[in-house]
């Protein structure tokens, strides 16, 4: 298969805060309802429509545009999607498919960097 095959849409955009609580009420405000509180990763997700914004309190966040951290493309096996894109080519960030306790079950994600250091995220919520 062809690593497009092992994707199929934008999962969500990566977006740091130096402050939680005034990124979600930015976010309620456009609308967006919270579907995700990780609290011990002081992680949430917020979505409207078929956008889904995933922001998490960094210390590093820059406050100046360009500070999307990441785009993150969905799929349903970050395993073989990890494989192919190493075969073809990609600069593979991670060494290996990473792993977080988000959702029910978790999620199972790696990221390519892209040729202006954009980093491209492939995660699977696990089912």
Do not use: R
Not at 50 to 66: F, N
Not at 79 to 108: M, N, R, Y
């Amino acid at each position: 298969m062809a690593f497009t095959d092992y994707y199929d849409d934008v999962q969500h955009i990566g977006i740091p805060t130096k402050d939680l609580a005034k990124a979600e009420k930015f976010w309620e405000s456009l609308g967006f309802k919270k579907i995700g509180d990780f609290p011990s990763n002081e992680v949430i997700f917020m979505n409207y429509g078929h956008l889904t914004i995933e922001t998490w309190h960094d210390e590093t966040a820059t406050g100046k545009p360009g500070a999307i951290n990441h785009i993150s493309m969905n799929t349903s096996n970050a395993d073989e999607a990890f494989k192919e894109a190493k075969a073809a080519g990609f600069d593979v960030i991670d060494s290996e498919v990473q792993h977080l306790p988000f959702w029910d079950k978790g999620i199972k994600f790696f990221n390519i960097m892209g040729p202006d250091a954009e980093i491209v995220e492939f995660c699977e919520i696990v089912k």
